[in-house]
């Protein structure tokens, strides 16, 4: 099956630091999600890119969809402690009956402030 | 909006024990999922239904069940629990609008087998 390497593992950084974290997949996606989860809680969409080399931004986060369509890459600006959390690059391929979502492992950040 | 809401938010089984974990949404999303996040791993996808009455596997469905008789409810159930099973348990609906798909997700069940 498809499968997405999502790096780092884990980000120490402090307060006003900028972040980048990516994912790679072995296929092409349709669709790249970025995802934060916070302890207790269900994964929250941040960012939807839905063509090759688009680059759109939420805030302090931009995302980019790669032109090859197998990887896609965040970045939070300026970081503040309320960005502590899981992050999880999610791609689907729509079309069919299925559009399921296949999640990298994430990518767990700690701010100090 | 409650939008997705899952219950219970705990539960104890013991090995064989069975139990249903409940899902509604109500903002009526044709598609429903379930997935389980294991420790330091992303979500792998159980079952799937793009509609009341559908209803198709998933990655990881050994061990599980679902049924959807109504577009707003998708229960998962789980027949003879097993330690294997133990993670935390989360539901998901989906919008299709033209090209745009945007998931929801609910607060998750963690489930611990003994």
């Known amino acids: 099956g498809q499968q997405l390497n999502q790096s780092p593992q884990s980000m120490f950084i402090q307060e006003g630091e900028d972040v980048s974290m990516n994912c790679t997949s072995s296929s092409i996606f349709n669709t790249w999600l970025w995802y934060k989860q916070d302890p207790g809680e269900g994964p929250v969409l941040l960012i939807a890119?839905?063509?090759?080399?688009e680059l759109t931004s939420n805030g302090r986060l931009t995302a980019q969809f790669g032109i090859t369509r197998k990887d896609s890459f965040l970045n939070i600006s300026a970081s503040i402690p309320s960005d502590v959390g899981i992050y999880f690059c999610?791609?689907?391929?729509?079309?069919?009956?299925?559009?399921?979502?296949?999640f990298g492992k994430g990518t767990k950040l700690s701010v100090k402030p | 909006n409650a939008g997705v809401t899952q219950t219970p938010k705990f539960r104890i089984l013991k090995i064989g024990q069975s139990m249903t974990l409940q899902c509604t949404q109500d903002m009526n999303h044709n598609y429903m999922y379930w997935y389980r996040q294991d420790p330091g791993m992303g979500l792998k996808l159980i079952y799937y239904s793009v509609g009341a009455g559908i209803t198709d596997k998933g990655e990881v469905p050994n061990g599980y069940n679902v049924s959807r008789s109504t577009t707003e409810d998708f229960p998962l159930r789980l027949e003879l629990a097993a330690p294997s099973q133990t993670s935390v348990y989360f539901c998901?609906?989906?919008?299709?609008?033209?090209?745009?798909?945007?998931?929801?997700f609910g607060s998750g069940t963690r489930l611990t087998v003994v």
């Open positions: 998901a609906s989906n919008f299709r609008t033209g090209a745009l798909y945007g998931y929801t």
């Open positions: 890119l839905y063509k090759a080399g």
């Open positions: 999610a791609g689907m391929n729509y079309g069919g009956s299925q559009g399921n979502l296949i």
